[in-house]
């Protein structure tokens, strides 16, 4: 049963600390997202990436985060530095780009708090 | 810009019982998808089920259906004979097809479904 892996599954950190959340999409899969949940905003999106390539990182806060895809097996999410209002749940969905009706597939998503 | 409204913070059913979980959404495209999750409390989202813009039927997936009236703009989540399990988050989300392939998805706020043995 094919899934999307997350690590860490839970982070708890102090405000200005560097924070690394890692993705490994299901194999074959071509396209990531990463999704932040928070109670006030929902899940709202802040960037993917198709064959590797970061298509939008519009919903990213530029200054502080950094999404990357080392490889295809593996998709990256930096913060650095941290803040409080960064607490939320970060997760990863991997899906094929082939068609509109495809789905995408989350993991179980990285608990974030910052002190 | 695409939005999605769940007007229903909450919702109790009785076990067994069917339950609608109203969606509405609006867009300016003409082709769009629209896909429904569940979250149960351990926390992962899980697929249920998707709709395209131009299918003529309703979508079905077990006991899970989506009522889809275009003209209305909803797409509400019916569970047919709730189970204790059903109890979770559930969120409705669409997707332009412009660029016909698998693009980012606009979430709803969700509705917390409870089911009552």
């Known amino acids: 049963d094919a899934r999307v892996t997350q690590t860490p599954r839970h982070k708890v950190t102090e405000m200005g600390q560097e924070v690394t959340m890692r993705c490994q999409p299901i194999?074959?899969?071509?396209?990531v997202f990463w999704y932040r949940q928070t109670m006030m905003q929902g899940l709202e999106l802040l960037a993917y990436?198709?064959?590797?390539?970061?298509?939008?990182d519009s919903g990213m806060p530029k200054d502080r985060f950094s999404a990357e895809m080392p490889d295809a097996t593996l998709a990256t999410l930096k913060i650095q530095p941290s803040e409080p209002r960064d607490s939320a749940v970060y997760f990863c969905a991997s899906g094929l780009w082939t068609s509109s009706t495809d789905t995408q597939y989350f993991g179980p998503g990285t608990r974030l708090t910052v002190l | 810009a695409q939005k999605i409204t769940q007007t229903q913070p909450g919702m109790f059913v009785q076990e067994k019982e069917a339950v609608t979980l109203d969606c509405t959404y609006d867009?300016?495209?003409?082709?769009?998808?629209l896909f429904w999750y569940k979250q149960p409390s351990s926390g992962e989202m899980i697929f249920l089920i998707y709709q395209g813009s131009y299918d003529q039927q309703n979508a079905t997936e077990g006991r899970y259906s989506l009522n889809f009236q275009k003209a209305r703009k909803s797409a509400n989540l019916v569970i047919s004979a709730s189970q204790l399990g059903d109890s979770a988050m559930y969120f409705c989300a669409m997707r332009e097809v412009r660029n016909s392939g698998n693009t980012p998805l606009v979430f709803g706020k969700g509705t917390r479904l409870s089911v009552i043995a």
């Open positions: 990436f198709r064959n590797r390539a970061p298509l939008d």
């Open positions: 867009t300016s495209d003409p082709s769009y998808g």
């Open positions: 194999l074959g899969h071509n396209t």
